[in-house]
């Protein structure tokens, strides 16, 4: 596996069409939030691995193509899993693009135990929120509902995921519920 430059990672993007927790994966690839990402060939990749700072790393292409498994494995526990440790973090969350990468799990992550998890993606309906009519008189009293601002950012740890708080505010969003100050 190779290790892509920041300006390099948009390549990686067409491999990332299917998966379903796209957010993260394409922030990462498009320079938005911080990771690092590697390919199995710099010209036409058909495998990548994506790593964030937060434990989350992204596998993806075609598992029935893959011929490289012990090269991807290399990279989640030599160089993904210290990264992570580095910043902070006891364990991690692995995304695969296809369900296919299952039966190739063992092989890539050996001596682990594998947790299967599920996350569902939501998607804002206009509609379905409108029909909840005033949904200010449901704040409970005493809170208010704030728009993330810089102090905010920097309370809540944005920096774990973001390159500044300044990238935060220039391309993420957030509202926190407050008791109090």
């Known amino acids: 596996m190779i290790e ?3 300006e390099d990672f948009s390549c990686a993007l ?3 069409a299917g ?5 993260l994966p394409w922030a990462i690839c498009e320079g938005i939030n911080p990771g690092r990402v590697f390919v199995d060939r710099r010209e036409n990749p058909q495998m990548v691995l994506l790593w ?7 596998l993806a292409g075609d598992p029935a193509q893959a011929k490289d498994l012990t090269g991807i494995s290399r990279v989640l526990a030599e160089i993904f899993v210290p990264a992570s440790q580095a910043t902070g973090e006891t364990g991690f969350i692995l995304i695969p693009s296809q369900v296919g990468w299952k039966e190739h799990l063992p092989t890539l992550l050996p001596g682990r135990e594998i947790i299967e998890i599920y996350r569902r993606p939501f998607a804002f309906d206009p509609a379905r929120f409108a029909a909840q009519g005033n949904w200010r008189e449901r704040i409970p009293k005493g809170f ?4 993330m601002d810089a102090t905010l950012a920097g309370k ?14 220039a391309n993420g969003l957030g509202l926190a519920l407050l008791d109090g100050d």
């Not at 998966?19 to 957010?23: E, P």
């Not at 208010?144 to 728009?147: C, E, V």
């Not at 740890?157 to 973001?162: D, R």
Request: glycine share 6%; net charge positive.
């Open 4 to 6: 892509l430059n920041a």
């Open 14 to 16: 067409p491999l990332l």
């Open 19 to 23: 998966i379903k927790q796209k957010v």
């Open 52 to 58: 964030s700072p937060v434990g989350y790393y992204c």
């Open 144 to 147: 208010t509902l704030r728009a």
């Open 156 to 169: 809540v740890g944005v920096l774990s995921s973001w390159a500044s708080i300044d990238n935060f505010l």
